[in-house]
T-cell receptor
């Protein structure tokens, strides 16, 4: 079964600085999808960024970018110019491509604190 | 503008008393999911509907059931809630699977007394 590991339960960063959240996963599939979701306190979970495994180019969404290393099975999230509104729990998630086995598998989450 | 709506936001029920949580969507998405999220943990998928096709996770207790009467609505029924069922229940939708984004509702926090 696929597993997703986030080794940093908590991270903190100064406002305007850059922070990187780590994520590794285990799979035997060659085609799959990776996601970072953000869950602010008492607010709903939203998608931050996603990556298709067959694409070598790292995904970027404004201040958010990923470092996707397929061979190493690593999918880290970089947040540049951190803002107070970035404070949240961040979940890395994996989804396979095999029909019938496409549930989203989440990591345990990293709680990000932004220090003003 | 609300896209995935969950009612109620907070639900208190008594041990063993059946409870139903509601989810509706304005996105016309094919897939609807129910997740259980306990404090400081990752969401755990209970089941999902792809249109009318129901897909139960192997480790979802029999105590949990779901209904999807139409595209817009999906219900989570807990037949006999135990103290261990106290959690946040998240509903999500997506147009399809694979690369499609899941849109989450705000959740219903269930307390069992």
């Amino acid at each position: 079964a696929q597993t997703v590991t986030q080794s940093q339960p908590e991270m903190s960063v100064q406002e305007a600085e850059t922070v990187t959240l780590s994520c590794t996963y285990d799979t035997s599939e060659s085609d799959y999808y990776l996601f970072w979701y953000k869950q602010p306190p008492s607010r709903q979970m939203i998608l931050v960024i996603r990556q298709e495994a067959y694409k070598q180019q790292n995904a970027t969404e404004n201040r958010f970018s990923v470092n996707f290393q397929k061979a190493a099975k690593s999918f880290s999230l970089k947040i540049s110019d951190s803002q107070l509104g970035d404070a949240a729990m961040y979940f890395c998630a994996y989804r396979g491509s095999i029909q019938g086995a496409q549930k989203l598998v989440f990591g345990q989450g990293t709680r990000l604190t932004i220090n003003p | 503008d609300a896209m995935v709506i969950q009612n109620p936001r907070y639900q208190v029920t008594q041990f063993g008393k059946p409870v139903t949580l509601s989810c509706s969507q304005t996105l016309n998405h094919n897939v609807m999911y129910w997740y259980q999220q306990k404090s400081s943990q990752a969401p755990k998928l209970l089941f999902h509907y792809y249109d009318k096709d129901f897909n139960n996770e192997a480790d979802t207790p029999d105590n949990f059931q779901s209904r999807r009467p139409n595209t817009s609505f999906c219900f989570l029924d807990i037949r006999s809630p135990g103290l261990g069922d106290a959690a946040m229940y998240l509903c999500a939708t997506s147009r399809g699977q694979g690369f499609y984004e899941q849109y989450f509702g705000p959740g219903t926090r269930l307390t069992v007394t």
